[in-house]
């Protein structure tokens, strides 16, 4: 039979997009629409969208935009897409990937298969020991930045299917809905929060970063999670120079380097350390200095190394602290254990990587949390220590029962 559908998409494209999306989660976009809701009639659902991607009549709804707060007391702008729509991104993406993936930077780590934060991460602690200066840099609004034709450039140089090409396109072009309802059509960037957001913007800077210092600075090693970016170089002046480069390069291609926070930093441990005012930067939830290490002499030496951030601890503390306490105060130790295991778990291996002692420190909040909880549930502990000490013989008994236990 032949299909009178302009676009040739395999329905189970359309659904193996679903158990992606699902996977997931997410929250809902302008229509208000859950996962749940949508599943409530899931193939009535998947058939809708697939017919009309393959016909070409796919409109892109609005996306919502929400703002959350970022660690440092300003806003990040989100762009949520719907949930038919996050799964018609996910159709593009499961096909246009495979195709651009391979050609991406090797030290390109952020949402990528195979790639890793802790692969950035490790790469950035050795180079550190090898090269004394870093160009740590922070791009400004760099999703709502995108030169959208510059983008869509580099999308055709690798990219010939036209139903991909169309509705990449339409993406790009979607307005935002506000919260008022008010929509915003918007000239440059792809929203942050959609599917298909990050290829597109790992795409872009591919070619306004990546190849640009291989083919002018092949000199330099990097590591670039999204638009999180750390340059390792050999002297303070090449620094400086490649500071300078880039911000004439970025400012041709549509960006902006933020002034305050791109800086150059002396990254050496040891005692004999130039005298310089900036020896510290963050990079993925870690900030990288020079710390006392007790070495394996007994000594202290002076090493530059990395371990959580104090924007990242204290968002812990935060997040721990919003737990619902006062209700677990009429339930055992196994649920409160049942709700946080995962949390605590992720925090611990993904902060571990480096200072497993400190992020351990910064879950000992989670343990003064624990002694309160203890010492409302259980009336004959009369005072905070009495509550510490039972957590405390608790843990040396169970020390697999919480992931911050186990080393302590």
């Known amino acids: 039979m032949i299909s009178t559908k302009p676009f040739s998409i395999p329905k189970a494209l359309v659904y193996e997009a679903y158990q992606r999306v699902r996977a997931n989660k997410g929250s809902a976009g302008i229509d208000g629409e859950r996962l749940e809701a949508f599943e409530s009639n899931l193939s009535g659902n998947l058939y809708k969208l697939w017919n009309r991607l393959s016909s070409g009549s796919y409109m892109p709804p609005p996306v919502r935009r929400v703002e959350i707060e970022k660690p440092d007391g300003g806003l990040r702008p989100l762009g949520i897409p719907t949930v038919a729509d996050r799964i018609a991104q996910m159709v593009v993406k499961l096909q246009i990937e495979p195709l651009l ?7 390109s780590y952020g949402y990528r298969p195979g790639k890793s934060a802790h692969q950035a991460l490790a790469a950035a602690k050795s180079r550190c020991d090898r090269r004394a200066w870093v160009l740590d840099m922070d791009i400004k609004g760099f999703f709502d930045s995108i030169d959208r034709e510059l983008l869509m450039r580099a999308v055709r140089k690798h990219i010939k299917e036209a139903w991909h090409l169309l509705y990449i396109e339409r993406w790009l ?5 506000h919260g008022d309802g008010r929509l915003e059509y918007t000239e440059r960037g792809t929203p942050q929060g959609g599917v298909i957001s990050p290829l597109l913007a790992n ?32 002297s303070q002046r090449e620094a400086k120079r490649l500071r300078s480069l880039l911000e004439a390069r970025f400012q041709q291609c549509g960006l902006r380097l933020h002034p305050e926070k791109t800086q150059v930093v002396y990254c050496k441990g040891g005692f004999n350390r ?5 020896v510290t930067f963050d990079f993925l939830g870690y900030t990288f200095r020079p710390r006392w290490i007790k070495t394996r002499r007994g000594d202290f030496g002076l090493f530059f190394l990395g371990a959580i951030s104090q924007k990242a601890a204290k968002a812990i503390r935060q997040e721990i602290n919003g737990w619902p306490w006062q209700y677990w105060c ?19 291996h993904y902060y571990g990587l480096f200072g497993k002692s400190i992020i351990g420190n910064v879950l000992f909040h989670f343990d003064k949390r624990l002694s309160r909880w203890a010492k409302k549930k259980y009336k004959k502990l009369k005072t905070l220590m009495q509550a510490a000490k039972r957590v405390n013989k608790v843990r040396k008994e169970n020390p697999w029962g919480f992931p911050h236990w186990q080393g302590a």
């Open 203 to 234: 795409l872009f800077l591919h070619y306004v970063f990546d190849v640009w210092v291989d083919r002018h600075w092949g000199g330099i090693q990097f590591e670039r999670y999204a638009d999180d970016i750390v340059c390792h170089c050999a």
């Open 173 to 177: 072009n979607a307005p935002v809905q």
């Open 274 to 278: 130039q005298s310089h005012p900036v």
């Open 101 to 107: 993936d391979p050609h991406f930077h090797a030290d």
């Open 330 to 348: 009429h339930k055992e130790l196994k649920d409160i254990r049942a709700y946080s295991l995962s949390r605590l778990r992720g925090w611990y």
